[in-house]
């Protein structure tokens, strides 16, 4: 006999914002629809194709910009000074092509600011979100914080860089050897 | 064989633990199947017909002694007392409990193994040629490495969420045993012009239901930069390759619909950024693992056994037994040996818990401790002295591991078809069954010669009847099980996709429409020399699809 598998649809989970050191992320930000104004003294975060379109002309008190799985990141690569926030979305848990996008901007374009996932995120793929060099996390889980943070924590050792600082495991094989040799 | 250090243990022991929590929640209640079902898929448990079946990696296909022998009691304390080899050099148990499979892994963690990667939209098990090491004209050993992949690939942060799976093969001698050119990435080692290893790399080869021979995306590629390369091929297919539709996710399609000029280039603008970077593998690290796969100590022997030759003369099971399942070491005084799991009548690739064990006494007797598995779904003791062929075939005939078929057309590859897999349109077991009692003749199995009869119970085609000599393919036809055939396909490195026959046939029907085929190859061939594959090329589809439809 087949094993069962309750079929009941899970209920909506609640989002956690988090960021990378466990702690909660800056919840000041607000999204801000296409048609809408955006409001001049808030954090406000407009859609990729809103911000390639209007970008010289859009005021805000800090601004971020939503970029989705088919979007190219390479458009936004002339404008990343003006972005505090660059919110990557997950439309679908299966859908990895954001992991692609935040390493290009950590790696290839050098971006500072603040690397949010959103989306279909679950605490099951943190940590190889913050391999990839993102920041902040608006977690659907119900599980308290510190359950979720932990998963943050998972890899104590990684075999190949990315956009963390995690050495990969040759150099810290190297240096194994080197205060062996001392 | 590769050790795991400090780091490596801690990577798997980490995951054990973890995939314990998520389990306990699942058993708890606290995770639906939905939500728990992409966490055990990461740790290669699925669900299946009957029960939940555990994928466990064997990296590239090789086994230590001690291993094989977890393998087997995993078998049977934990399952019904066998495993199931793939196609894939991997071995799955077919009826494990969900509360056992976290100490199932630990079990595994112990000896080194895991079931990481061995399911989901990842970068799979790596697999190679199951000769490495072992023959005269390789040129470099694709252990070395596949190992490298194995690790740059573990929980890779940006490609574990890619459109599809994603499988890579390497070969390390002119003849390619590890089917590299159906592979979603294929390395095919070369020894460039400065006498170094390079990489012939192809990609966007497959089978499934649009099959592809893989176009060659560089031929010359420098081994340092084998893993900055590989990185600029997944990045674009992860930004690139289709995620509408499964069916059309795998790299095979993005590469043949932007064509593989165009694919190159985005794969080199990639590469332009990412080569001689973080990635380019450093020499100690290459030479560290390398040194785990040093040859062992053979001992110094003539390149004839005297008493080899005078066990063939005095056994004639044995003398036939060396025909087809021995093959010549680079050693002299040495041979490999391939171990079936194909005995006429069996499901092909099963090996029950005491097989195991006996392959492994043997390997730690006359193999340097080393086990092999190989994607034709047999077992191979890489390193036996010729003097000591006799005593392993009598272990070997013990256990029931010496049916001396290796290559013949009773060493067919099945998958496990509808006997297990919910995606089955028909039986695949059954039909390889049938065939090989049909052909249960040894002389006759002999005399015919080398014929690689593949089948899958469906389009996916684990059971890779595309590049079958013969192929058989299960289709449903209004809720029957019917078969096509496919005639001429080979993986080798002349790798061709078979041609499709016309209408399916029945299963009763199949024995005897593959009889007609193999009479027919028979009475046209120029003589025993020319094998199968070589007749089909010589005279093409024609003659064999009318003896298959002969007499229906
Ligand atoms: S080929 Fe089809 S039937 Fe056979 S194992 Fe694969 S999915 Fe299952």
New binding site residues.
């Given amino acids: 006999m087949r094993p069962s598998s309750p079929v009941a649809p899970a209920p909506a989970l609640p989002v956690l914002l988090l960021r990378a050191d466990g702690a909660p992320a800056d919840a000041a930000w607000i999204d801000v629809a296409d048609d809408a104004p955006v409001p001049e003294d808030q954090a406000a975060v407009v859609s990729y194709a809103r911000f390639l379109a209007e970008g010289a002309t859009l005021r805000a008190a800090r601004l971020g910009v939503r970029i989705a799985p088919a979007d190219k990141v390479e458009a936004l690569a002339p404008h990343l000074a003006r972005l505090a926030l660059i919110v990557v979305t997950f439309p679908k848990f299966r859908d990895g092509r954001g992991y692609t996008t935040a390493r290009l901007l950590r790696e290839r374009f050098g971006y500072q600011g603040d690397v949010r996932a959103e989306g279909d995120v679950l605490r099951d793929q943190l940590a190889f979100m913050i391999r990839c060099g993102f920041s902040s996390f608006a977690v659907k889980d119900r599980a308290p914080q510190e359950a979720v943070a932990a998963a943050l924590r998972r890899f104590s050792v990684v075999y190949q860089p990315a956009a963390d600082a995690a050495p990969p495991i040759w150099r810290r094989r190297a240096s194994v050897v080197r205060a062996a040799a001392e | 064989m590769y050790r795991y250090d400090e780091f490596d243990a801690a990577i798997v022991r980490e995951r054990v633990a973890e995939f314990r929590d998520q389990v306990e929640r699942r058993l708890r209640g606290e995770l639906t199947e939905d939500q728990f079902k992409p966490l055990r898929l990461m740790n290669g448990l699925y669900l299946q017909l009957h029960a939940y079946m555990l994928r466990v990696a064997i990296p590239y296909g090789v086994l230590s002694s001690r291993q094989l022998e977890r393998l087997a009691r995993i078998a049977r304390v934990y399952d019904r007392g066998y495993g199931h080899f793939t196609t894939r050099q991997n071995i799955q148990f077919n009826w494990p409990k969900l509360g056992d499979v976290p100490r199932i892994l630990e079990e595994l963690a112990e000896v080194e193994m895991h079931a990481i990667q061995t399911s989901g939209n990842c970068i799979r098990n790596v697999t190679a040629d199951h000769f490495a090491a072992a023959v005269a004209d390789e040129v470099d050993d694709p252990r070395v490495w596949s190992e490298i992949i194995r690790q740059w690939s573990t929980f890779h942060p940006e490609f574990s969420f890619l459109p599809r799976k994603f499988k890579i093969a390497v070969a390390g001698a002119p003849e390619d045993r590890a089917a590299v050119q159906v592979h979603d990435v294929g390395l095919h080692i070369r020894r460039g012009a400065d006498g170094s290893a390079r990489f012939v790399v192809y990609v966007g080869g497959g089978q499934g239901r649009t099959p592809f021979v893989a176009p060659a995306i560089h031929d010359d590629l420098p081994a340092e930069h084998l893993l900055s390369y590989l990185e600029a091929i997944l990045r674009v297919y992860n930004r690139y390759g289709r995620r509408d539709n499964m069916y059309k996710a795998r790299i095979k399609i993005l590469v043949s619909a932007l064509g593989i000029a165009q694919f190159r280039k985005e794969v080199d603008e990639e590469w332009a950024h990412l080569k001689d970077g973080a990635l380019t593998v450093p020499a100690e690290e290459v030479a560290r693992i390398r040194a785990y796969f040093a040859p062992p100590p053979f001992k110094t022997l003539p390149a004839r056994s005297a008493a080899f030759e005078q066990a063939k003369a005095d056994h004639k099971r044995f003398a036939r037994w060396t025909r087809t399942n021995v093959h010549p070491h680079k050693a002299p005084g040495y041979a490999i040996v391939t171990v079936s799991l194909k005995p006429i009548g069996q499901p092909p690739g099963d090996a029950t818990a005491d097989q195991m064990d006996a392959a492994a006494a043997l390997a730690r007797a006359y193999s340097f401790d080393e086990i092999r598995v190989t994607h034709e779904q047999n077992l191979v003791l890489p390193h036996v002295e010729q003097d000591q062929l006799f005593e392993v075939w009598k272990a070997l005939d013990a256990a029931g591991l010496a049916t001396p078929n290796v290559g013949l057309i009773s060493d067919i590859i099945a998958?496990?078809?509808?006997d297990y897999?919910d995606?089955?349109?028909a039986r695949?077991i059954s039909v390889a069954q049938a065939i090989a009692e049909t052909f249960a003749d040894l002389d006759a199995q002999e005399k015919i010669g080398e014929l690689k009869i593949k089948i899958?119970?469906?389009?996916?085609?684990?059971?890779h009847h595309h590049v079958g000599h013969i192929g058989i393919l299960?289709v449903d036809k209004k809720g029957e099980e019917f078969y096509q055939i496919l005639l001429g396909g080979r993986a080798d490195e002349r790798a061709r996709l078979g041609e499709i026959t016309g209408r399916g046939l029945p299963g009763e029907a199949i024995p005897d429409a593959i009889a007609r085929v193999v009479e027919r190859y028979l009475s046209l061939r120029l003589d025993e020399r020319e094998r199968f594959i070589d007749a089909f090329e010589r005279v093409g589809a024609q003659p064999f699809e009318e003896a298959l439809y002969a007499s229906v």
């Fill in positions: 998958c496990p078809g509808l897999c995606l089955a349109n695949s899958s119970g469906c389009i996916n085609a684990c059971g299960g």
